[in-house]
T-cell receptor, first 113, second 113 residues
Framework: GQQLNQSPQSMFIQEGEDVSMNCTSS?????WLWYKQDPGEGPVLLIALYKAGELTSNGRLTAQFGITRKDSFLNISASIPSDVGIYFC?????????????FGKGTKLTVNP | NAGVTQTPKFQVLKTGQSMTLQCAQD?????MSWYRQDPGMGLRLIHY???????DQGEVPNGYNVSRSTTEDFPLRLLSAAPSQTSVYFCASSSGRGYRGYTFGSGTRLTVV
């Protein structure tokens, strides 16, 4: 099946540092989604990207849709303790007229105060 | 707004027992999905539905059944629980094609002993 490869798997940073993570696929995606999961909660959508080259921000978060349509990047600037959690990339796959959403394995972020 | 409601939040089953995980959404969303989350594995799709009466298998469907008799509800059935089904289960819904993103419930933590 189609896979989304996220890296790094985990990050340990100091408060105030910037963070970068990425997601790659062997297949082309028409949409890239970035989710955050707080401990004990379900994932929450952070940013949605709809076309190649698109750069979208949500507060201190910035995500980009790669021009090859096979990758996407998420940056967090000036990290704070509440940024702790797991960040997932996701993309929709159309199969036989149905659409399903597939996820990467996530990047676990730890922020030391 | 209730959003996506999952019940129960926690459950312990004995091997071989059956149970149904409930999922309901009040947003009139057509698309609904079930995922399981295991450490280091990300979110893996179990079953999904693009509308009432329509269901399809995801990556890891074995041991699980679903049905979609109404737009609002999408229950997940475990017919004969196995320890390998110990996991956190998330239900999610979307208004349409995946580019709008999915809204997740808060999860059901299932332990099979």
């Amino acid at each position: 099946g189609q896979q989304l490869n996220q890296s790094p798997q985990s990050m340990f940073i100091q408060e105030g540092e910037d963070v970068s993570m990425n997601c790659t696929s062997s297949s082309i995606f028409n949409t890239w989604l970035w989710y955050k999961q707080d401990p004990g909660e379900g994932p929450v959508l952070l940013i949605a990207l709809y076309k190649a080259g698109e750069l979208t921000s949500n507060g201190r978060l910035t995500a980009q849709f790669g021009i090859t349509r096979k990758d996407s990047f998420l940056n967090i600037s000036a990290s704070i303790p509440s940024d702790v959690g797991i960040y997932f990339c996701a993309g929709p796959i159309t199969q036989g007229g149905s659409e399903k959403l597939v996820f990467g394995k996530g990047t676990k972020l730890t922020v030391n105060p | 707004n209730a959003g996506v409601t999952q019940t129960p939040k926690f459950q312990v089953l004995k091997t071989g027992q059956s149970m149904t995980l409930q999922c309901a959404q009040d947003m009139n969303h057509e698309y609904m999905s079930w995922y399981r989350q295991d450490p280091g594995m990300g979110l893996r799709l179990i079953h999904y539905s693009v509308g009432a009466g329509i269901t399809d298998q995801g990556e890891v469907p074995n041991g699980y059944n679903v049905s979609r008799s109404t737009t609002e509800d999408f229950p997940l059935r475990l017919l004969s629980a196995a320890p390998s089904q110990t996991s956190v289960y998330f239900c999610a819904s979307s208004s349409g094609r995946g580019y709008r993103g999915y809204t997740f419930g808060s999860g059901t933590r299932l332990t099979v002993v």
